[in-house]
């Protein structure tokens, strides 16, 4: 499973963006996908995921100014990220897990973690 993840960019405290992600490659469905990010010298760490149904989570972190989306048809995720502090800087990575039935039975597995987008907050 492929990821590209877009929308990145510099911008200043205070200000909004929004990263798209979408996904491809051979599977039947989606079922959770996420936004992950790595800031300079830190591990990376979860930001937000959704499930299929909708159902969302989030880091304390972002939470009230972060909102994650997805569109199915377009096997896509989004993050909306308004209010960014100098301290959201980080290269944020999109990941997924997809269903491939074969027969019976259903694989899940996760997608590569690809380039992922670099958003810049100055401060």
């Known amino acids: 499973v492929q990821l590209q993840a877009s929308g990145g960019g510099l911008v200043p405290a205070g200000g909004s963006l929004r990263l798209s992600c979408a996904a491809s490659?051979?599977?039947?469905?989606?079922?959770?996908m996420g936004w992950y990010r790595q800031a300079p010298g830190k591990e990376r760490e979860m930001v937000a995921t959704?499930?299929?149904?909708?159902?969302?989570n989030y880091a304390d972190s972002v939470k009230d100014r972060f909102t994650i989306s997805r569109d199915n048809a377009k096997n896509s995720v989004y993050l909306q990220m308004n209010r960014l502090k100098p301290e959201d800087t980080a290269v944020y990575y999109c990941?997924?897990?997809?269903?491939?039935?074969?027969?019976?039975?259903?694989?899940?597995?996760?997608?590569?973690w690809g380039q992922g987008t670099l958003v810049t907050v100055s401060s």
């Open positions: 959704i499930g299929s149904t909708g159902s969302t």
């Open positions: 990941n997924c897990k997809v269903i491939k039935t074969y027969g019976h039975s259903d694989i899940s597995t996760f997608g590569s």
């Open positions: 490659g051979n599977f039947d469905s989606i079922d959770a």
